[in-house]
């Protein structure tokens, strides 16, 4: 390995690391990438008291704990949870010669932000970066390598370093499915009203002035607030613009999910301010931009006390240190009072072979996973196409093991040979999830998926959060253990359906909480009686 001009080096390799393009193989190398294509690069630096962080997340969101919502901003946090001593020193040193030309280092200084040129990059991780085309999408290229070393004297400083060898699995991020048919006025199928009605909502609206809520958004999909007006017009729903945008929204160019995600978190989150986090694509795609986007919130010292995100990806794709970190900031939203919810994915429980095939982040133990559901209240079923399951990433969370094994004992489980069943289970409860109305450049279009159930279910938690603040709590943070206590009482329990998927069985809905609807879906006139 070279070293630039005039520059003295004492790289030596200490650890390698591949990727398995096994499971990247609709990618196609096309040539060695340009040697001043710029690339974006994260490190993600070894933190000190993670241990105290796990410790203070459940602490502060467990109900029965003295230390239940004794809340921390992200500030105090920061001062906690730090990265190892010494160690940004020696990482930016290194980059800087090699003349790195942006460095950025986050609160805590946990991550360590850069844009390199592809010839610097070949040098410090002795490797080739090459452009890759992918198969399905040949509009997306990226630039990667397959295996790369970190030079051994910040070895020990790093986890990983994120935007190298992570090729995207590019197959849709978000699951919007569109019936690609107006709809007629008088048939407009799931509506603000319809949910508002089947979950017992009424007319409640927010009124605490601190209470907020927002939408992540990646990908191009942005929202034209034009087509935002026009839907709460139509539908009587409370005036409520966009509050915030951060990062840019192309009102040019509206995707069919962030204008579902505005349109419904705003329609149930009635008079709560709104956020909407849109975080560029840029060359890397996929995993690098969710870790941005959350980053960038757990930076900012008033970020909405509910985020609604509505992508995710296959569990076994996403390399495990770097879900551990994501995992990090997750409990840092959590000990700061936020709550974050994701979708579940819209695939059934998956299937390769005779496995199950979990989603993630909606598998992870620190976040709240919204399943989908089909019909009407009175014979609300768990829609097919339905995300849940089992996690072959993650152990049971405490908070859970009671509910899931009431499932396991209860007749309804598959063969044991699908699924782990000492995995973290999802979803956590469930919504509508198909037939949902939604203006769309003038017409109104039809659309399903979990994408449906998560800004909806974000909004219901953003008004269970008006109800707390106006009795002078705290807000929910993370919701979890709450739920599971309540065990049931709230919901309207779904004992119908499954989500099969191809020659796999899925798993079948029943009394109380299940892998397909989770605890069912929320009975918001009760819920505001018991948070």
Known sequence: MGCPPLATCTFFILLTFHSSLSLHSNWLRVSNADRDQTIRLIFAVKLTNTDWLEERFWAVSNPNSPEY????????????????????????????????????????????????????????FNTTFASYVNK??????????????????????????????????????????????????????????????????????????????????????????SDLARFQSHFKVPTNPIDKIVGENNDRRPGLESSLDVQYITAIGRKVATWFVYTPSLVNHGQEDFLTWIIGQTNTTNSPWVH?????????????????????????????????????????????????????PASSPYVTSVGGTTGHIAKEKAWTDGGGGFSNSFTMPDYQKEAVENYLKSGKAPPAQYFNKTGRAYPDLSAFATNFAIEYDNTFLSVDGTSCAAPTVAGILSLLNDVRMKQGKKTLGFVNPLLYQLAGKGFHDVTEGSNGNGLCPGFKATQGWDPTSGWGSPNFGILKGLV
């Open 308 to 360: 609604s995100v509505s992508y995710g990806d296959i569990e076994k794709s996403i390399p495990d240190s770097f879900k551990d970190r994501v995992n990090n900031e997750f409990m840092k939203f959590g000990v700061s009072g936020r709550t974050v919810v994701f979708a579940s994915g819209d695939g059934g429980a998956g299937c390769h072979g005779e496995k199950f095939v979990p989603n993630w």
């Open 69 to 124: 919502g004794h809340f921390m901003t992200f500030e105090e946090i920061a001062r906690k949870v730090r990265a190892k001593p010494g160690a940004t020193s020696r990482i930016t040193t290194a980059l800087g010669r090699y003349n790195v030309p942006f460095i950025d280092v986050t609160s805590g200084e946990n991550y360590i932000l850069t844009r390199i040129k592809c010839a610097s990059a070949n040098q410090i």
């Open 136 to 225: 399905d999408f040949p509009e997306i290229i990226v630039h990667k390598a397959t295996s790369y070393t970190i030079p051994e004297e910040i070895a020990d400083d790093v986890d990983f370093v994120l935007g190298i060898d992570n090729f995207p699995a590019v197959s849709p991020h978000y699951a919007t499915k569109v019936r690609r048919k107006p709809l007629l006025p008088d048939n407009l199928g799931t509506t603000p009203s319809t949910i508002l009605e089947s979950y017992n909502i009424s007319s409640y609206e927010s009124s605490s002035p601190g209470n907020s809520q927002a939408v992540a958004a990646f990908l191009n999909q942005y929202f034209k607030p």
